[in-house]
């Protein structure tokens, strides 16, 4: 592609499927007007930091290159695309992983829909609650800057909607050397919060990542866990905390969990 395209400022949609193209130019940046860009069925391996300067992106299909972005992130056609921003969030994402410094962490929150991970998330780092918050659809990922021992550090937090997460999907999103916080109901017992299923999940593709089981809504209801068993049989649960998004019980605990972790 030529970089005579910045001139093209005015341009709102552009169409460069079925190239052969194996690379995007820097000069993409300049069409700032771009809504929809369609790269599908290229050969692309790599995209340019550039691209994220697309702000009024709103259309944008990458399906058919090799970017190890998986299609429930991509989107399967054109009718039915995921977010731009989500779409490249998930790509930078895994490339910063790949170089990832010693004062970054990706942060894994799993497990059943509506037991409250995006709460946690927005208590977390907005120190915010919403009674009323949505559920999450497909992945959010949101970055969290902390300061621990006089050092900052990056927290790459995944909050995953508990339907979206199938078992022919779990291998791109579920990494090893990761921090995973499995968040259940306090409300419910074992069964109905498949607290076995999370963690044979986490185990099988996180292998011996530690991981942080969390309790949430103990304002209703104490946590009823058997700790010790769980513990023995899932070497890696580092601990067990029972908080609550709606009150703030218990969240400086997590913390320091965390910090640690």
């Known amino acids: 592609m030529p970089d005579a395209i910045k001139q093209l400022t005015n341009l709102s949609r552009l169409d460069l499927s079925h190239n052969q193209l194996t690379t995007l130019p820097d000069a993409i940046k300049q069409l700032t007007n771009l809504s ?21 992106l709103k259309k944008l299909d990458l399906c058919g ?49 509506t037991v409250g991970k995006t709460s946690l998330v927005k208590r977390l780092i907005e120190k915010k609650f919403d009674p009323n918050e949505s559920k999450t659809e497909g992945i959010n990922i949101q970055n969290w800057q902390l300061k621990v021992n006089n050092q900052d550090i990056r927290l790459n937090i995944w909050d995953f909607g508990g339907q979206e997460i199938m078992h022919a999907t779990h291998q791109f999103f579920l990494t090893k050397r990761s921090l995973y916080l499995l ?4 409300r419910e017992d074992e069964q109905q919060n ?28 104490p946590l009823d866990l058997d700790q010790r068993g769980l513990r023995q049989k899932y070497t890696n649960i580092k601990e067990i905390v ?20």
């Not at 929809?36 to 009024?56: G, V, W």
């Not at 998004?245 to 972790?261: D, F, H, R």
Request: proline share 5%; with cysteine.
């Open 36 to 56: 929809r860009l369609d790269l599908s069925h290229n050969q692309l391996t790599t995209l340019p930091d550039a691209i994220k300067q697309l702000s009024k």
């Open 65 to 113: 290159n090799q970017l190890n972005i998986p299609e429930e992130i991509l989107g399967s056609s054109w009718d039915n695309l995921g977010e731009p921003d989500k779409i490249l969030s998930y790509y930078f994402s895994l490339q910063s992983e790949k170089k990832q410094p010693l004062n970054e962490a990706k942060v894994l929150l799993v497990g059943q829909g």
């Open 183 to 186: 968040v259940i109901n306090a």
């Open 194 to 221: 498949r607290l076995e299923y999370w963690l044979k999940i986490i185990q099988s593709f996180g292998s011996d990542s530690p991981i942080i089981l969390v309790g949430n809504k103990t304002d209703e209801h």
């Open 242 to 261: 029972p908080i609550s998004c709606k009150t703030g019980e218990g969240l400086q605990q997590l913390l320091s969990v965390i910090e640690t972790g």
